[in-house]
């Protein structure tokens, strides 16, 4: 099995056109030398990272010697501090990987933020209980605005556009594709 510092090691050497590359392997579930998932953990992670994010790649949280958390990453911002969670499967994300997101926030310091990647999207159920968990804000990221993120190299710019319609409308599940975050 791969360790965590084998997995970074090998993905800071990608660049934008690596990333899209590998993008292209996730989409089509085949991710040769990559344990289930952590493809796109490290891909959205190394994006931000060439994207002058600051990034903590992923980590546990432990409580009296037990494990009671499993951080895919955060990413620090433009002033934002996100908690990323990611998920890699072929059918769309339903409500629980949001329930688990908001728990995690609520141990956090209010204005940390939380940001789900779904290879598949989400369900409606999923979308609409996102944008009712507030004051926790959880931001989605669909197949197509990964995609569009990495063919545009325009990670953060589009975390920072998803956060504003959040504040200014609501939204948590922004299309960024709606107009150029560029």
Request: charged fraction near 25%.
């Amino acid at each position: 099995m791969t360790t965590d510092a084998e997995y970074q090691a090998r993905i800071t050497s990608y660049n934008w056109d690596d990333l899209i590359k590998l993008w292209s392997e996730i989409e089509s579930g085949n991710t040769p030398n990559w344990d289930a998932g952590k493809a796109l953990e490290y891909l959205v992670l190394r994006a931000f990272q060439i994207n002058k994010a600051e990034v903590t790649w992923p980590y546990s949280v432990y409580l009296d010697g037990e494990e009671i958390e499993q951080i895919d990453g955060v990413v620090y911002a433009d002033g934002l501090s996100c908690i990323i969670e990611c998920k890699d499967t072929a059918k769309p994300v339903k409500i629980e990987p949001i329930a688990k997101l908001r728990n995690q926030l609520l141990r956090r310091p209010a204005a940390t933020i939380g940001s789900i990647f779904s290879r598949s999207g989400f369900t409606e159920a999923s979308e609409t209980l996102a944008g009712f968990i507030a004051p926790q804000t959880i931001l989605l990221w669909g197949g197509e605005e990964i995609k569009y993120s990495l063919e545009n190299e325009c990670i953060r710019r589009a975390l920072i556009k998803k956060y504003r319609i959040c504040v200014e409308q609501g939204l948590a599940n922004y299309n960024i594709k709606t107009e150029a975050v560029l």
